[in-house]
């Protein structure tokens, strides 16, 4: 049964509004058979009888609402059910057949729809990096992994996609999951990436690194009286926590010049490494199902504490340190006008004082910049270094030779011995390295867009395609690295051997968007190793 009435209003000759009332359409067919809206006043009334209902609607509204109804009878589940079969069908022929990259090979799933590497994603836990190294056995070594991306396994094309001459962007579909399109990190565009890195890239030049060796050598000589303290008292030790502590802590500090002192607490804040890690499973998700991080974060985070286990509590309690912390050195750096005080050496004040505009310095942007820059700095650095000791401590040749270079080294430099004395030690260089080389920190691709076709063998890739290539299937490749997973630090002892792989051994990315943080890293990674090597055993 048609129930509503529908309510026409006309514009007289004579001002004012006059409202015309139409009968519903099943009592008003007209003679086509289509339903009709006919007036109860009729068309010549319209001034003289002006209906007591006052809705109105203007004019364009009320078409708007004749023609909806008139297309009423194609909304039926039949017509829909047909509308969307057509229409998928003919994006999958689109797809398949049409698309700019329907010529590379592929599964036809993975080019059908972006549900392939979800299911790789979010059902199989992240095992996309590995369904893509089996895909190229299969397909060769260029691919089509999505709708939209292709992806390399050739390391002879690694420097034909991460360099610095021309113009590239970051794919927004990975990074933009991350809820940080402003950041230096994930953003995509490459005029503004550009702008931001270099605010605060000199922050994190080598000789800045080298300045702040104080800062490294506090928490190395912290852990190792916290390590000491716990072997007199028979304790075991979490090193796999204590080493995430050390890297938050230096990181914090340098960046934002506070302390949080992860170091002091019993369990080294255990809880904020395995939250960290967790972070995948979050970006994953959200890469796929959009909404998914936008509304876990509109949450309440009172509510969410009283529910979170205490890791995640740990967490958000770090989260809103870290923001009022960043608000209240905003404020001090913007009242003290920042360039004429140079001693301020935090990202905060180096972003007041770069030619940033001032849109890019509101606090949202500058908090985002933050948690992006400590977030890149904790958890790759502790991966390395983690990975670095459980190998070093499981071979005792490995230990020895690179501790007796040390003790070597410590005879005839000061106390404690330079960072770069350390830099020429080759085989702690070497062991590094080799740490390095199986821990890149990121698992997964960094496919890149560029505005000019990209031409690999007998391919051309269309400019603006996003094409990628994956560090750890490279550095896992055993063309270049034989016996590739074994830890083998005297791969790189021969001068002319790592010279061949200077080219594709790349843990901190190479070409514009290189890491900004690999000098701190590296000097992290010498300085405390260096000084567990020498001091300590571990039994794992
Ligand atoms: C062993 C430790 C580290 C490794 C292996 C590492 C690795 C990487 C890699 C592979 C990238 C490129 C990411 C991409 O292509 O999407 C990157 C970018 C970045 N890293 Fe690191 N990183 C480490 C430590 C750090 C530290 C300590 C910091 C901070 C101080 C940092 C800050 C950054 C930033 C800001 C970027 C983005 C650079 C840009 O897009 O311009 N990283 N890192």
């Known amino acids: 049964?048609?129930?509503?009435?529908?309510?026409?209003?006309?514009?007289?000759?004579?001002?004012?509004?006059?409202?015309?009332?139409?009968?519903?359409?099943?009592?008003?067919?007209?003679?086509?058979?289509?339903?009709?809206?006919?007036?109860?006043?009729?068309?010549?009334?319209?001034?003289s009888t002006p209906l007591p209902i006052c809705i109105l609607l203007p004019p364009a509204l009320t078409r708007a609402m004749e023609y909806i109804y008139s297309l009423r009878s194609l909304f039926g589940w039949r017509n829909l059910a047909g509308a969307a079969v057509t229409y998928y069908a003919t994006l999958a022929f689109y797809r398949l057949f049409l698309h700019p990259l329907a010529r590379f090979p592929g599964p036809k799933l993975a080019a059908l729809s972006r549900?392939?590497?979800?299911?790789?994603?979010?059902?199989?836990?992240?095992?996309?990096?590995?369904?893509?190294?089996?895909l190229h056995k299969q397909y060769g070594p260029i691919i089509r992994i999505s709708p939209f991306e292709l992806h390399v396994i050739d390391p002879?094309?690694?420097?034909?996609?991460?360099?610095?001459?021309?113009?590239?962007?970051?794919?927004?579909?990975?990074?933009?999951?991350?809820?940080?399109?402003?950041?230096?990190?994930?953003?995509?565009?490459?005029?503004?990436?550009?702008?931001?890195?270099?605010?605060i890239a000199p922050l994190f030049s080598k000789a800045k690194v080298a300045s702040r060796q104080d800062l490294i050598r506090k928490n190395v000589d912290k852990l190792s009286r916290r390590i000491d303290a716990l072997a007199a008292s028979g304790t075991t030790l979490n090193l796999g926590a204590a080493v995430s502590a050390f890297t938050r802590d230096i990181a914090n500090e340098y960046i934002t010049g506070k302390q949080y002192n992860e170091l002091d607490?019993?369990?080294?804040?255990?809880?904020l490494s395995i939250s960290s890690q967790g972070a995948g499973v979050f970006w994953r998700t959200t890469k796929h199902i959009r909404w998914f991080g936008p509304t876990l974060r509109s949450i309440p985070i009172d509510w969410v504490?009283?529910?979170?286990?205490?890791?995640?509590?740990?967490?958000?309690?770090?989260?809103?340190?870290?923001?009022?912390?960043?608000?209240?050195?905003?404020?001090?750096?913007?009242?003290?006008?920042?360039?004429?005080?140079?001693?301020?050496?935090?990202?905060?004040?180096?972003?007041?004082?770069?030619?940033?505009?001032?849109?890019?310095?509101?606090?949202?942007?500058?908090?985002?910049?933050?948690?992006t820059l400590t977030g890149a700095a904790?958890?790759?650095?502790?991966?390395?270094?983690?990975?670095?000791?459980?190998?070093?401590?499981?071979?005792?040749?490995?230990?020895?030779?690179?501790?007796?270079?040390?003790?070597?080294?410590?005879?005839?430099?000061?106390?404690?011995?330079?960072?770069?004395?350390?830099?020429?030690?080759?085989?702690l260089t070497a062991v590094l390295m080799e740490g390095l080389r199986l821990s890149p920190a990121i698992g997964t691709r960094s496919a890149r867009l560029?505005?000019?076709?990209?031409?690999?063998?007998?391919?051309?890739?269309?400019?603006?395609?996003?094409?990628?290539?994956?560090?750890?299937?490279?550095?896992?490749?055993?063309?270049?690295?034989?016996?590739?997973?074994?830890?083998?630090?005297d791969r790189w002892m021969d001068p002319t051997d790592r010279k061949a792989l200077d080219k594709v051994y790349a843990p901190f990315s190479k070409g514009t968007r290189t890491c900004v943080g690999m000098h701190l890293a590296w000097a992290e990674l010498?300085?405390?190793?260096?000084?567990?090597?020498r001091r300590f055993d571990f039994e794992i």
Request: include cysteine; charged fraction near 25%; glycine fraction near 6%.
């Open 526 to 533: 010498y300085q405390l190793l260096s000084t567990l090597f």
């Open 115 to 134: 549900w392939y590497e979800a299911y790789y994603d979010v059902v199989q836990n992240g095992q996309y990096t590995k369904k893509i190294a089996e």
């Open 1 to 47: 049964m048609w129930c509503c009435w529908l309510v026409r209003c006309t514009i007289s000759q004579t001002p004012g509004v006059y409202l015309h009332t139409y009968l519903p359409t099943q009592q008003a067919e007209s003679h086509e058979g289509r339903p009709s809206l006919k007036s109860t006043g009729g068309a010549n009334d319209q001034r």
């Open 378 to 427: 904790f958890e790759t650095t502790a991966s390395a270094l983690r990975l670095i000791l459980f190998h070093v401590y499981s071979d005792p040749e490995i230990l020895q030779r690179v501790r007796a270079e040390i003790v070597a080294a410590a005879a005839t430099s000061p106390d404690p011995i330079p960072l770069t004395t350390l830099e020429k030690l080759p085989y």
């Open 265 to 271: 607490r019993e369990d080294f804040g255990i809880g």
């Open 305 to 371: 504490m009283k529910t979170a286990d205490e890791g995640t509590q740990q967490f958000l309690r770090y989260l809103q340190q870290s923001e009022a912390d960043t608000k209240e050195t905003l404020a001090a750096a913007r009242a003290s006008d920042p360039n004429d005080d140079k001693s301020q050496t935090t990202v905060v004040h180096e972003i007041v004082r770069s030619k940033l505009p001032p849109s890019e310095k509101t606090f949202e942007r500058v908090f985002e910049e933050i948690a």
């Open 450 to 489: 560029t505005n000019k076709d990209l031409v690999y063998g007998d391919w051309r890739i269309p400019a603006g395609t996003p094409v990628g290539m994956t560090t750890l299937l490279m550095h896992t490749d055993e063309k270049l690295y034989p016996e590739p997973l074994r830890f083998n630090p």
């Open 156 to 199: 002879a094309f690694y420097d034909k996609i991460y360099r610095m001459d021309g113009r590239w962007g970051k794919y927004g579909f990975m990074y933009d999951a991350f809820g940080a399109k402003s950041s230096t990190v994930f953003g995509s565009d490459h005029d503004a990436h550009k702008a931001h890195r270099a605010a």
